[in-house]
């Protein structure tokens, strides 16, 4: 069993930025390709960013490119998501997602459905 817990959320102004954190459990973390999901109300939960297990290969939405990086510490079973030049269509809940059937160390899953746990979220509000 893999459990998440993400942390970094809260209230930022527009322009500005936050590090989102997802600390997991388990000691086979590094074989674990790893994403950050968000979901807005009344909207569906989309994928924002994917890393691979090695860390080589990664995936951004469209929205997000070139404003959030997606990184890991495989020493410290941790994901990162930064994100700069926040927006106020960035508000939603942010949920990490850890794909531990992954077979191949460059594979980024991108689907909901490839991942199969998931943590409680952490909310991001972005002020205009």
């Known amino acids: 069993q893999v459990q998440l817990v993400e942390s970094g959320g809260g209230l930022v102004q527009a322009g500005g930025s936050l590090r989102l954190s997802c600390a997991a459990s388990?000691?086979?973390?590094?074989?674990?390709?790893m994403g950050w999901f968000r979901q807005a109300p009344g909207k569906e939960r989309d994928v924002v960013a994917a890393?691979?297990?090695?860390?080589?290969?990664?995936y951004y939405a469209d929205s997000v490119k070139g404003r959030f990086t997606i990184s890991r510490d495989n020493a410290k079973n941790t994901v990162y998501l930064q994100m700069n030049s926040l927006k106020p269509e960035d508000t939603a809940v942010y949920y990490c997602a850890a794909d531990s059937r992954s077979r191949y160390s460059h594979y980024v899953p991108k689907a909901r459905y490839e991942y199969n746990y998931w943590g409680q979220g952490t909310q991001v509000t972005v002020s205009s």
């Open positions: 890393v691979s297990w090695s860390g080589g290969s990664t």
């Open positions: 388990g000691r086979t973390f590094s074989s674990y390709a």
